[in-house]
Each structure stands twice: as C-alpha cells, then as structure tokens.
C-alpha cells in the first residue's frame, strides 16, 4: 500500500509561469517532508523540507505548502525555469528526522522555453 | 552530491553471480542507507545502518547484504538470490536524530548480461 503518493507522473509549464507538484500521505505519524529533485543517471538532490508543526516553508523560488488535515503537500516553483525540468520525488519520515523516508514514485516537471 | 562516492556507475552482472556496489562518504554521517529505484517508480529502502557494526533491514531486503565496518563505507551485495536485479542504486546518508534531510550519492547502475 503506498504511504506516499504523487498522482500526476507528469507536469509541464510555460517558462515564467508557476508550477505546482502534489503530493498526498496517508500516515499519520509522518511528521517530517522533503522534496528531492532528481535528473537521470544522477542520485535525487534535497531541495526543500518542512516540519509538521509548520504549514509553509520557503526558499527562494521554492515554496512547500502543508496541509495536515487533509495529508496534503505541494511544492511550488515561481517562477518556474527550464532548469528546472526533472523528476521531483516527494517524501516522508515518522520520527521527525530522516529515519526512513517513504518516497512517491516522482513527477516529471518539463519548463518549456 | 560531494563527499558520497558510489562505485562503478555502471555494474554488469552474470545470471548466478553476487555482485557488491561500493558506498564511501566522508561527511562523517552516522546513518547510512541503500535504495533502488525503478523506472517509474519512487526510492525503496533496500538496509540502512544507524550505528558501525549495526544494520536492519528496509522494505526490499531479499536477495541482498550489508555490512558496516567502518563508518564511511558501507557496501552493498547483490545476491543471486535477488530475483530481479537490473535497476538503478542509490545510497544516502543523514543524520537520524536531527530534522536533516538524507543527500544522495550520484548512483550504481546495474543490469544482468
């Protein structure tokens, strides 16, 4: 049964515009969720996390939104950019650090020039 | 990302052989994890080790061995045993009792002749 899901395999955008990638849990202990970004052949590269006691966290042109009521959190790049095409993996640990994380299976985000 | 070297990138293995991929890191990280990946597919946890000399198992722990007998290294073996080897390894590192996101090494990719 997956604790992590990314229901879209797929996202594209216009340069400039804002993209948002979703991710639902269905964990209740997950307290802790990360966002890696991950180009092909290379190992997935941390960009943002957030902590259950918040509900926003930013960093630069990165936002991650949490919802805890509804176990729902989404990743927010603005403006998006053609660097930013890759695979985005959402993920999450149940003790508040990175002990086991539970990874989605990934949306592929394409920026068009 | 820098300071986590896995070897070779590429890794070809025969039907009935045990294969072992090399994970070093010098960021003097307690924790140290194996994933695989598949095509469309997120990270499953394959063992990670907290502590030297101490290991447990992931999700996917058939068909493959660890040890850790220093803390920078902590190899991986591919058993024959493993019905369905051929994807792409990842190993991590963090620090579990810290809200410390998990970084990458850039991966091991292994397919059977």
């Known amino acids: 049964d997956q604790q992590v899901k990314q229901n879209s395999p797929s996202l594209s955008v216009q340069e400039g515009r804002i993209s948002i990638l979703n991710c639902d849990y269905t964990n209740s202990m997950f307290d802790y969720f990360l966002w890696y970004k991950k180009y092909p052949a290379e190992g997935p590269t941390f960009l943002i996390s957030?902590?259950?006691?918040?509900d926003k966290n930013e960093d630069g042109r990165f936002t991650v939104f949490l919802n805890k009521s509804a176990k729902h959190l989404s990743l927010h790049i603005v403006p998006s950019q053609p660097g930013d095409s890759a695979v985005y993996f959402c993920?999450?640990?149940?003790?508040?650090?990175?002990?086991?994380?539970?990874f989605g299976k990934g949306t592929k985000l394409t920026v068009n020039p | 990302d820098g300071g986590i070297t896995q070897s070779p990138k590429y890794l070809f293995r025969k039907e009935g052989q045990n294969v072992t991929l090399s994970c070093e890191q010098n960021?003097?990280?307690?924790?140290m994890y194996w994933y695989r990946q598949d095509p469309g597919q997120g990270l499953r946890l394959i063992y990670y080790s907290q502590i030297v000399n101490d290991f447990q198992k992931g999700d996917i722990a058939e068909g493959y061995s660890v040890s850790r007998e220093k803390k920078e290294s902590f190899p991986l073996t591919v058993t024959s045993a493993q019905k369905n080897p051929t994807a792409f390894y990842l190993c991590a590192v963090g620090d579990p009792w810290s809200n410390q996101p998990q970084h990458f090494g850039d991966g091991t990719r292994l397919s059977i002749l």
């Open positions: 957030i902590s259950s006691i918040k």
């Open positions: 993920a999450a640990s149940a003790q508040g650090g990175s002990e086991k994380l539970v």
């Open positions: 960021l003097n990280h307690d924790a």
